[in-house]
């Protein structure tokens, strides 16, 4: 798919906007050890993205939007941010997938931002395993058990734990894609010229 | 120093992450040094941008939640009981960590956003350079943007009450206020000329050190791969 320069422009434009979110409130976030800090930048971000995808409205625009966002975390921070990099580009990859498959709707628009955020939940899996392979899965199973022990927790604590923290993840995500959808109308209609053009 | 191309550190990522990925036991150790090697000859300031508090950190959370689950606590550090399997695991994968990281840190640190633009120009995506050209010049007057209308909308009362709304308003004003920009650049490319199919890719051009850097990185991971 071709873009034309102004839809690259705005791709950049978003791409440096989630960055400049990730790079401030991320930092900021991250050193306070806030709890959820990773939702709080994903369902900002992607709320971003979405904005992006109703003014830029082509196929692939949010994964586009995701990698240059990649990108400038990478260069902005040094280059030691490969995990959050993989992040936003696969919630920007699922967002765009879901946003490709349904109806371009604000129920669409809401299932893409749950969908990506709920991602924060697996990415420790993800990057668990590609920094330290089988053994990592193995090692924290083995210390889950432990402490599940160690706590005497029953595993259906467990589970409702889960159940809460996926709800919040999806909640979260799904507040960003309406954001993201009404936001994004907004912006389109008042950025058009009004009608009737300039005198 | 020993100065790379473009090709030369794709190159060396490539298979400085596949030695980190692909490797297993006293094998990872061996990798981390080959990293470490190339790292320290191409691009020294890479092995110091990991000796920071939060790669350190990072290690630790490999290392020592290994050290007490990773099995049978069978010897003792001043007079602490640990597991010797759990250590020798949570070594390796800090051992891989380290390798990817450093891999990562040459990789970026030492590539400029003019190579790094043509080098996925080459890869097939048309244009990302160009975005992210711009979406780079952009993020100090964006990031601007977005604290002077956050902090407009705050002393204003804006999140006081109906929060949502608030932040809606917030992501609008910004998006807006940074997209006045977007007509000037979009402007300013036209008047140069430019078009996303006129770009031209990187040209991939191997030097005599790109090749003995490379091959010396497969030498050592194929003789790791058939150990």
Redesign the interface.
């Known amino acids: 798919m ?5 839809e ?10 989630w ?3 990730e ?2 409130l991320g930092s900021v976030l991250h050193a306070l050890q806030v709890p959820f800090a990773g939702l709080a930048l994903s369902g900002a971000g992607i ?2 993205a979405l ?1 992006g995808r109703v ?1 830029v409205p082509r196929t692939g625009a949010i994964a ?1 939007i995701g ?3 990649a ?2 975390k ?3 921070v ?3 941010v ?1 995990n959050p990099m993989i992040g936003i580009v696969i919630e920007s990859l699922l967002a765009e997938a879901v946003v490709g498959l349904g109806p371009f709707s604000r129920v669409t628009f809401l299932a893409a931002g749950a969908l990506a955020t709920a991602w924060t939940l697996a990415h420790p899996f993800l990057t668990g395993g ?4 089988q ?2 899965v ?3 199973v ?2 889950l058990k ?1 402490a599940a022990r160690f706590l005497g927790v029953a595993p259906s604590a467990v589970v409702l734990v889960l159940g809460v923290l996926l709800a919040l993840h999806l909640g979260v995500g799904a ?1 960003s894609g309406v ?2 959808w ?2 994004g109308h ?2 389109r209609d ?2 058009q010229p009004p009608r009737g053009g300039p005198l | 120093m020993i100065a790379l191309s473009t090709t030369g550190r794709v190159g060396c990522l490539v298979i400085s992450i596949a030695m980190g990925v692909v490797a297993g036991g006293v094998r990872t150790a061996l990798a981390l040094a080959a990293v470490v090697a190339c790292a320290a000859m191409t691009h020294p300031r890479a092995l110091r941008s990991v000796a920071n508090l939060r790669v350190v950190t990072l290690l630790g959370l490999l290392l020592i939640p290994a050290a007490f689950f990773g099995g049978a606590r069978d010897v003792s550090v001043a007079g602490v009981w640990v597991s010797r399997d759990g250590v020798f695991l949570g070594a390796q994968m800090a051992a891989r960590a380290l390798t990817i990281l450093i891999a990562i840190g040459a990789f970026a640190g030492s590539l400029s956003i003019a190579e790094l633009s043509g080098l996925l120009e080459r890869a097939g995506l048309r244009g990302l350079g160009f975005a992210m050209g711009v979406a780079i010049n952009m993020l100090p007057s964006v990031t601007d943007t977005a604290t002077s209308v956050y902090h407009a909308l705050r002393l204003r009362g804006g999140f006081v009450r109906r929060r949502l709304r608030g932040l809606r308003l917030l992501l609008v004003t910004t998006v807006i206020a940074s997209l006045r920009h977007a007509e000037d650049i979009v402007a300013a490319a036209e008047a140069r000329g430019f078009a996303v199919d006129r770009v031209r890719p990187l040209p991939l051009a191997w030097r005599t050190a790109d090749l003995a850097m490379v091959g010396a990185l497969l030498v050592v991971g194929g003789a790791l791969a058939l150990w």
């Open positions: 071709r873009y034309s320069i102004r690259l422009v705005y791709v950049g434009i978003f791409g440096s906007l960055g400049a979110i790079a401030s709320a971003i904005t003014l586009l990698l240059v966002t990108f400038v990478m260069l902005s040094g280059g030691l490969f590609i920094l330290g392979g053994g990592f193995a090692v924290y083995a210390m432990s507040i954001i993201g009404d936001a907004i912006a008042r950025l």
